[in-house]
């Protein structure tokens, strides 16, 4: 079974400065991961992805991932944050042979002005 | 394509009454989920379905149950409401490399 750790509770960072949201996740199988994004009192919606290939995927809004097999990370960053970044952010994990996709409690993202 | 489409939106429910929260989806998609999210806790898997006629326990399935009769079509099942499933009830679907979530429904039990 899957499980997915995110150790950041709540992050704030000043406007313009660079952010990094943590993720780990636990598995005995391959995985696909995936970053959410949830702003307030909206549904979610898919920042970025890993599949296969390149260790580094690039998302929309300027946000990108690393994966990292050898340590089961999955860290979201992005150089410069904005206001608008403000949201509720979520690491998922599935086995690539498909069954529960798994969320992580979440990490809340505030920037402060 | 509408999507992932979730009803009601929003419900309050009495202790003990049962209710049906309806979700369906016209991509075509094997894969269906339902999820609880209450603050600060992400988003929990209550059931999930690989197809038509196939369903599994999620990580809380106590209290809910689902049916699959048609893969458009994945109803979650509250039979005696308990004020503990007060949350936010999210359905999605997925491709194979992508969630696509409804726009969830908030149930309150008094």
């Known amino acids: 079974a899957q499980s997915v750790t995110q150790l950041d509770s709540q992050v704030p960072v000043f406007e313009e400065a660079p952010v990094e949201l943590r993720c780990n996740y636990s598995?005995?199988?391959?995985?696909?991961l995936f970053w959410y994004v949830q702003y307030p009192n909206q549904g979610l919606q898919l920042l970025l992805k890993?599949?296969?290939?390149?260790?580094l995927v690039k998302g929309i809004n300027g946000f990108e991932a690393e994966f990292n097999k050898s340590q089961t990370s999955f860290h979201l960053r992005k150089p410069s944050v904005h206001i608008s970044d403000t949201a509720e952010y979520f690491c998922?994990?599935?086995?690539?042979?498909?069954?529960?996709?798994?969320f992580g409690p979440g990490t809340s993202l505030s920037v402060i002005p | 394509n509408a999507g992932v489409t979730q009803t009601p939106k929003f419900r309050i429910l009495k202790i003990g009454q049962s209710m049906t929260l309806q979700c369906t989806q016209d991509?075509?998609?094997?894969?269906m989920y339902w999820y609880r999210q209450d603050p600060g806790m992400g988003l929990k898997l209550i059931y999930y379905?690989?197809?038509?006629?196939?369903?599994d326990k999620g990580e809380v399935p106590n209290g809910y149950n689902v049916s699959r009769s048609t893969t458009e079509d994945f109803p979650l099942r509250l039979e005696l409401a308990a004020p503990s499933q007060t949350s936010v009830y999210f359905c999605?679907?997925?491709?194979?490399?992508?969630?696509?979530f409804g726009s969830g429904t908030q149930l309150s039990v008094l």
């Open positions: 998922a994990v599935i086995s690539t042979s498909y069954d529960k996709v798994i």
């Open positions: 598995s005995s199988v391959s995985v696909y």
């Open positions: 890993y599949l296969s290939g390149s260790t």
């Open positions: 991509m075509n998609h094997n894969y």
């Open positions: 379905s690989v197809g038509a006629g196939i369903t």
């Open positions: 999605a679907s997925y491709t194979g490399t992508e969630l696509f």
